[in-house]
């Protein structure tokens, strides 16, 4: 098993940025893939931003390429996302998810583990 806790959400307003943190604790697999999801009320959930463990590759939602950024402190087994430039539409609830896969893929049913998720709400 994997536990994920995400933290870092909060309010803020158009053109601001957060940082959301996700530990990973538990079982620690040698090649797996870290990301990013977010839903929105009413919506589906939706891939965001991934990066393998191991190699550092990295893959964007065509939404959020140019203003958000992935990346992970292996000895922290820590994985973050920048996010500049917040629009309204960014507002959801962001959810940390694992595979012990070393490929990112961008549908939620092939990810094992979650976090409980974090809300961000964007004003305007």
């Known amino acids: 098993q994997v536990q994920l806790v995400e933290s870092g959400g909060g309010l803020v307003q158009a053109g601001g940025s957060l940082r959301l943190s996700c530990v990973a604790s538990?079982?620690?697999?040698?090649?797996?893939?870290m990301t990013w999801f977010r839903q929105a009320p009413g919506k589906e959930r939706e891939f965001v931003a991934g990066?393998?463990?191991?190699?550092?590759?990295?893959s964007y939602a065509d939404s959020v390429k140019g203003r958000f950024t992935i990346s992970r402190d292996n000895a922290k087994n820590t994985v973050y996302l920048q996010m500049n430039s917040l629009k309204p539409e960014d507002t959801a609830v962001y959810y940390c998810?694992?595979?012990?896969?070393?490929?990112?893929?961008?549908?939620?049913?092939?990810?094992?583990?979650w976090g409980q998720g974090t809300q961000v709400t964007v004003s305007s």
């Open positions: 998810a694992a595979r012990a896969v070393n490929i990112i893929v961008t549908a939620p049913v092939l990810y094992d583990f």
């Open positions: 538990g079982r620690t697999f040698s090649s797996v893939t």
């Open positions: 990066i393998t463990w191991s190699g550092g590759r990295t």
